[in-house]
């Protein structure tokens, strides 16, 4: 009909399409220049030396490989994960970042962690919480044995820990970052099997969403449980490093040694165990 305004078509939402999870994943949730500084600072203060070989378990992208190589021209690091499509990104946008010489010095495998042999390192490193994978305790310390094994005498096993009342509840997180946010779904907690589901999904200005890029289904271990296991898995003793706090109460990214501390809403901790 003459003079009838003609629909337009929706523009379509495009930047949740156009991203990348692993991209988002590491822009949101990864400081590995902060995870080196405080490995390097502790193994420095124990052992009057630099690390030179970092194993990193459930390495992902790599991207705490990667940077170690870059950190120091002597460094060098292994990374193992079963996700070929993760690591292979991380191949092709982490590792095609460093120079020849870099390169050569990190190792991504596509392998089960417990098939890791036990050839000496200088520091193993379980970040992100990947350890809660192992759900029975037979399991974890299997695995914790493993990594004992693979420890020079100098070395150490460096983890990280949540917990709080936070940890015990459904619940969701809202966090803004450059150019999305990023939300942590806390989606069951099993009162009885101390089983976690939680997803990980990214908004976009535009209204675009990735719904649950990331799941993990796992099982909560608590602090005093996760030191006997390592205990028990043949570590001599295990130091808790606990992240202070700013004047909001929210975490500085500052750790220290710590036997005390007060169980907030909220809490994250290195776990630093030593052979």
Known sequence: MAGAKKNKKKKPDR?????????????????????????????????????????????????LSATWAQHNPTYRAIGYDLDSDTVNWGVEHNLTKLDSEQRSRVDLRIAN?????????????????????????????????SVRESLAGSGLFVLDIYGGKEAYEEMEEEHEKDGFDYIWDQDKVCGISDEILCHISF???????????????????????????LI?????????????TDEDGEGDGEFTLEHQAENTDAWIAYLVAIP
């Open 15 to 63: 930047q949740a399409f156009l991203a990348n999870k692993h991209d988002l994943y590491q822009r949101a949730v990864q400081e590995p220049e902060a995870d080196i500084e405080f490995m390097e600072e502790i193994f420095r203060s124990k052992f009057k030396r630099d690390p030179i070989l970092l194993r990193e378990d459930f390495c992902g992208t790599g991207f």
């Open 113 to 145: 962690v417990l098939d890791a042999p036990n050839d000496p390192v200088d520091i193993v490193c379980a970040m992100n919480f990947s350890w809660w994978i192992f759900k029975q305790r037979r399991q974890l310390i299997e695995y914790f044995s």
């Open 203 to 229: 908004h976009f200005p535009d209204g675009s969403k990735m719904k649950r890029a990331f799941t993990y289904d796992w099982r909560r271990y608590g602090m005093k449980e996760s030191q006997d296991i």
């Open 232 to 244: 028990d898995a043949g570590f001599s003793s295990v130091e808790v490093y606990w992240e202070g």
